[in-house]
């Protein structure tokens, strides 16, 4: 266990549906981070957090919306997906230089 | 393109052998970081070089990083089975950002 846990570990939705990804860490980190990995392709930075604020945001499409309401929790609130957004969502906390990894969510878009 | 790119982009060996990964870039960083993941996983941090560093050891692994041509390689030795995984190279840049930025990654089998 790294300390960063998240649910749901798997997602099923509709491109209609809106869900919300929870990712919540431990480790009394300042920094957390959403990754995409997508089949074939790096891992993709999607946002960070530093302490609670908005420190990047890397072009991500409007029907991710992230939510830090405080250094210990992260969320991405899903709408409107489109089939390609199905991949593994990584949280990641940090302190250091170091990043700890989350288990993921399996998310998959019908 | 900032990330690191690893090669080879698959590997398969032997228990027992070696297995050598490398990484280049092209950005200045301030450190570069190594990570395994087991399939469908979260990523776990091995170990990390700081820019002024040229090796490092941790266990089994062994990490060399060259600045002036921008590289860094990770060693295995004495592979297990266990080892079996994807390993990827995250660069650290030098501006006080906190995100890394991961390569592509080496997907690493180690049959028994």
């Known amino acids: 266990e790294t300390g960063v846990t998240q649910t749901p570990r798997h997602l099923v939705m509709g491109m209609t549906n809106k869900k919300s990804l929870k990712c919540e860490q431990h480790?009394?980190?300042?920094?957390m981070y959403w990754y995409k990995q997508s089949a074939k392709k790096p891992l993709e930075l999607m946002f960070v957090?530093?302490?609670?604020?908005?420190?990047e945001n890397n072009s991500v499409p409007s029907r991710f919306s992230p939510e830090c309401p405080n250094s210990s929790h992260l969320f991405l609130h899903l709408h409107t997906l489109q089939p390609e957004d199905s991949a593994l969502y990584l949280c990641?906390?940090?302190?250091?230089?170091?990043?700890?990894f989350g288990p993921g969510t399996r998310l998959t878009v019908l | 393109s900032q990330q690191g790119e690893e090669d080879p982009q698959a590997l398969s060996i032997q228990e027992g052998e070696n297995a050598t990964m490398n990484c280049s870039y092209k950005?200045?960083?301030?450190?570069l970081q190594w990570y395994r993941q087991n399939s469908g996983r979260g990523l776990v941090h091995l170990i990390l070089?700081?820019?002024?560093?040229r090796e490092k050891h941790s266990g089994r692994l062994r990490v060399t990083l060259d600045t002036s041509k921008k590289s860094s390689s990770l060693l295995i030795t004495a592979s297990r089975a266990a080892d079996t995984a994807s390993y990827f190279c995250?660069?650290?840049?030098?501006?006080?950002?906190?995100?890394?930025?991961f390569g592509s990654g080496t997907r690493l089998q180690v049959q028994p």
């Open positions: 990641a906390s940090s302190q250091g230089n170091e990043q700890f």
């Open positions: 480790l009394g980190h300042n920094a």
């Open positions: 957090y530093n302490f609670k604020e908005q420190t």
């Open positions: 950005t200045s960083i301030n450190n």
């Open positions: 070089i700081r820019s002024n560093e």
């Open positions: 995250a660069l650290g840049g030098d501006t006080g950002r906190r995100a890394l930025t």
